[in-house]
């Protein structure tokens, strides 16, 4: 097969705006996907570069293949250059607080009137509406919109484990860009894109309102689930290990209990069927518990793969690093720091004719390419 050597989105140039995790996904993506992506740092650099705790990786992990650009906007000449490094750009992004940029004068109808062609991407916590002007985090819009009510236990609403609803505002603001960069095409116009946080979540509790729409009744929370398959847990195995388990058909659930050698298991009148087992879900899981309890995870793991029965251990972040799929599918990536270290990154969970968009260059240090890029800038206008 020939592999291209040319990205989708070469040619197209990117100004970013952004920091924390929403708007850097965006132009992660399209800088994955071959756009020139500059982004605009605050003297001294974006603040998500030093962020500790749980925060200490969203730099590295959604600012890969950008060119980094310091400017201070607070200032005439600053602003100015801004403004003009826009007008040599396909698209701008931002993802600050409600009406910081029209403040500034970097709005969407400010600019469009210079640029008409400019596509200009927003990312915030509300679409237009009574939120609109309210702050919003990942953790407020998971509490808002249904997330966390069914993740946790019954009183107990629990935010999902990582940034769900800011990386995937940033996908959506990717994918409007793809498709406004298609409508200009034809039309010649640019156009504002806006993503947001709450509608983003409503879309991942969108099966659930479905559910109640049909049933009239409201989903009880994940943990609380009426679950639609006798056998689908996490079962504690030998020495405490971990293994979910789960087995959807009848031809299924015999062939797990042919494998923990208990045929008898699944001759039982009360289990000769997925509804019957349901209705004794309790008992079952607890029997099945019972046998399990003496199995090794590793050894158990190897008979259920080769009978076909879905599995998977409980697997941190961290071990993900070895995992021999990951690693073999191309998932993984090794990319220079912004401190001339090494890391290996994740990828974009997708293949375009055979290839996995990679990493192109180090992580950009602050400022990096001021030069460069304002050079091309002063150039341009000679």
């Not at 605050?42 to 992990?61: A, H, Q, V």
């Not at 293994?243 to 050698?261: E, H, M, R, W, Y």
């Not at 607890?286 to 008979?303: P, S, T």
């Not at 690093?321 to 690693?327: I, V």
Request: charged share 20%.
């Amino acid at each position: 097969m020939n592999t291209p050597t040319r990205l989708p989105l070469e040619g197209v140039r990117v100004i970013e705006f952004t920091h924390m995790v929403m708007g850097p996904t965006c132009g992660m993506i399209l800088a994955d996907l071959g756009a020139e992506v500059i982004k605009i740092e605050p003297p001294g650099g974006d603040k998500t570069r030093n962020l500790p705790g749980l925060g200490i990786g969203f730099f590295r992990t959604f600012n890969r293949n950008k060119k980094s650009v310091v400017l201070d906007i607070d200032t005439p000449e600053g602003h100015a250059t801004a403004v003009d490094l826009i007008g040599q750009c396909d698209v701008m992004l931002e993802n600050f607080r409600p009406g910081l940029m029209t403040k500034l004068g970097l709005d969407y109808e400010t600019l469009s009137k210079r640029y008409p062609r400019l596509i200009y991407v927003s990312h915030k916590g509300f679409l237009p509406g009574p939120y609109e002007h309210r702050l919003a985090l990942d953790e407020v819009v998971q509490m808002m919109g249904g997330l966390s009510y069914m993740t946790g236990p019954v009183g107990r609403p629990l935010r999902a484990g990582t940034s769900v609803n800011d990386i995937m505002g940033g996908m959506f603001g990717a994918i409007g860009v793809l498709a406004a960069l298609r409508e200009r095409d034809a039309t010649g116009r640019g156009q504002e894109v806006q993503s947001a946080l709450f509608e983003n979540c409503v879309f991942l509790s969108a099966q659930h309102m479905q559910q109640y729409a049909m049933t009239h009744e409201a989903p009880p929370p994940m943990p609380a689930r009426v679950s639609a398959w006798s056998v689908y847990d996490v079962f504690t195995l030998a020495g405490g290990e971990q293994l979910f388990i789960g087995a959807v058909s009848d031809k299924q659930f015999v062939t797990l209990c042919n494998v923990l050698k208990r045929p008898d298991l699944a001759a039982e009148p009360q289990f000769t069927s997925n509804a019957l087992r349901v209705a004794v879900r309790p008992e079952l899981l607890a029997r099945l518990g019972e046998i399990l309890k003496d199995h090794r995870a590793d050894e158990l793991a190897l008979k259920l793969e080769a009978a076909g029965i879905p599995y998977a251990p409980i697997v941190r972040p961290d071990q993900l690093f070895e995992d021999p799929h990951l690693k073999a599918s191309g998932g993984l990536a090794p990319m220079q720091t912004d401190d001339g270290g090494m890391t290996e990154v994740v990828l974009l969970p997708l293949l375009m004719d055979g290839r996995r968009p990679g990493v192109r260059q180090p992580l950009a240090r602050a400022g990096e390419h001021t030069d460069e890029v304002l050079g091309r800038l002063k150039r341009h206008d000679a």
